[in-house]
């Protein structure tokens, strides 16, 4: 029996979306994310991998994807199957990360 990866928005996540006031297209987002990685898990993961790299955290590899004009911020974590999304940031704020 495979394991599928699941998608988990960790809280501040939630909140951040909701102060943008983009909180149902990211929840939107998180449900399409999670209908792909149960459908075809393998190449989703592959391709979540693919995205840049823009920090680096207690050996977690924080990536950013874009939903629009908003950058998610996720890491994956392997031993668990699951895709946690840790923030949201309009583009322009995201892209003056160090």
């Known amino acids: 029996m495979v394991i599928s990866w699941k998608v988990l928005i960790h809280e501040d996540a939630l909140k951040q979306a909701r102060k943008l006031g983009i909180y149902n297209r990211f929840i939107k987002f998180a449900r399409e994310l999670q209908k792909a990685l149960q459908e075809t898990s393998d ?56």
């Open 43 to 98: 190449s989703k993961i592959k391709a979540l991998m693919r995205e840049p790299i823009v920090l680096r955290i207690m050996g977690l590899l924080v990536r950013r994807i874009r939903m629009g004009k908003y950058r998610i911020f996720y890491y994956l974590d392997f031993e668990r199957r699951v895709v946690v999304i840790s923030g949201i940031e309009h583009r322009k704020k995201a892209y003056r990360r160090g």
